[in-house]
């Protein structure tokens, strides 16, 4: 029993709409996805959806599950809308799943006082709170490879590589444009801080939900400000228009950073030739020449067990949600190992999130060498603030610019612990961590 899906002119409709529990097999874990293949998010949650979907599948189908272990997908569609997410989750948790994934900041922010009242991890890979990577107060929350806050300070690391260092920030602008949700807001703190720190001006452009295809008087108002670099932190439909009307105003592309969620191929090509330069944050491959791509595309894609368009396979979006499986799968395989247990619970994979060290060995057996960096996480850090890199768009995909290198964890680690700690008061009473650390 591998899909619960009704395909609607192509789109995968809202599923679980009964509230009965179904009869899993006892050898299968249950991972539910939420997904928004419909509305204005969709161009960005159609290839993740497809990319976490084939990775799972693609298990089921070579390797028959993990360590003999099937794995039920279900899709939740939530439109990107947190009041049908948190219906979601409310629909999904009484099938016992091991791993939430909420794929929204908004979301996020909804279920993580939920998680440790239901003992079900949520695993927000490189989105969400950023001071969920402070386990010791979020035990039940998980946000590797990266923060949102590891990401900025990379995007700042890179541009003052560019400018020949740090201390060069200073009376440069930096403009940032975002859209104005939970997703938009959550690194501003750092952005702030950083501003104040290596002297440059940072001026803030947000986009409203409902006028994410409609940012001329944003745009306008960046060609007066004429700042020195934008970062956009844009989703959906916005990230196609801010390239189009970046390309309108003539801003120099190789000045524009989207972070790693505004990298999508299409969000690129909508500016023509005239995007080429658009640089994007990334914490994986690019392209198909990596075996586990080809194995997705021979067990899964041409056994037409896909929703993928085969032009857009192994598209940037479509291989973030394949990492983000990725992180699921090897989760379950380090809980099955802590616990002895092949048939894990919630709470088993609690343990295993929180113990994962992905070495190259493993990497290169999962047939991802290439594809992705080593992962490791402790009790005390739930995200492990990983090396990234930067892509450029050269007119028709993605390249890597940059070398690997690490965000400034020295000063995002001290923020996101203070950033945790505000956030337990302001939620008080915060329940102290009673969850034991486990590895074996």
């Not at 709170?129 to 700042?156: E, K, R």
């Amino acid at each position: 029993m591998m899909r619960k899906s009704v395909i609607v002119g192509g789109l995968l409709a809202v599923l679980a709409a009964s509230a009965a529990v179904p009869a899993f097999a006892e050898d299968s874990v249950y991972v539910p996805l939420f997904s928004y293949r419909t509305g204005p998010y969709a161009g960005s949650g159609i290839p993740i959806a497809n990319g976490m979907s084939d990775y799972l599948t693609m298990l089921n189908e070579r390797d028959g599950g993990i360590n003999g272990v099937k794995i039920v997908v279900e899709e939740c569609e939530t439109g990107y809308d947190t009041q049908k997410g948190v219906e979601c989750y409310e629909q999904v948790k009484a099938k016992n799943p091991v791993v939430i994934n909420p794929y929204s900041t908004g979301i996020t922010l909804q279920v993580i006082p939920k998680a440790g009242v239901d003992k079900i991890p949520v695993l927000s890979m490189a989105y969400g709170l950023s001071a969920g990577a402070v386990g010791d107060t979020f035990p039940w929350v998980f946000n590797p490879p990266d923060t949102y806050w590891d990401g900025a300070s990379a995007i700042i690391t890179d541009i003052a590589n560019r400018e020949g260092g740090l201390d060069k920030l200073a009376g440069k602008k930096i403009g940032y444009i975002y859209l104005d949700a939970g997703y938009g807001k959550e690194p501003i703190p750092l952005l702030e801080d950083f501003s104040k720190k290596y002297g440059f001006t940072l001026t803030q452009y947000p986009v409203p939900g409902k006028e994410m295809q409609n940012q001329s008087s944003q745009w306008l108002n960046i060609r007066r400000d004429n700042p020195d670099y934008m970062i956009m932190w844009g989703w959906g439909a916005m990230n196609p228009t801010a390239v189009k009307e970046a390309t309108k105003i003539r801003y120099p592309m190789d000045r524009f950073y989207g972070i790693w969620w505004s990298g999508g191929n299409d969000d690129a090509a909508a500016g023509g030739d005239a995007a080429k330069g658009y640089r994007t944050m990334n914490f994986h491959g690019v392209g198909k020449d990596y075996p586990v791509i080809q194995d997705i595309k021979k067990y899964v894609v041409d056994a037409g067990k896909s929703h993928v368009d085969p032009a857009k396979f192994a598209d940037n979006l479509y291989n973030r949600g394949v990492y983000n499986s990725m992180l699921i799968a090897e989760g379950i395989r380090r809980a099955q190992e802590i616990s002895g247990k092949k048939v894990i619970t919630a709470a088993d994979m609690r343990d295993g999130l929180e113990n994962l060290n992905i070495d190259e060995a493993r990497i290169k057996e999962m047939g991802m060498e290439g594809f992705a960096a080593p992962v490791k996480l402790s009790c005390s850090d739930h995200s492990g603030h990983h090396k990234v890199y930067v892509v450029e768009w050269n007119g028709s995909d993605w390249q890597k610019a940059t070398d690997w290198f690490a965000p400034m964890t020295d000063v995002v680690r001290p923020m996101l612990e203070k950033a945790a700690e505000e956030y337990t008061a302001a939620n008080a009473p915060w329940p102290k961590r009673e969850e034991a650390c486990k590895s074996n």
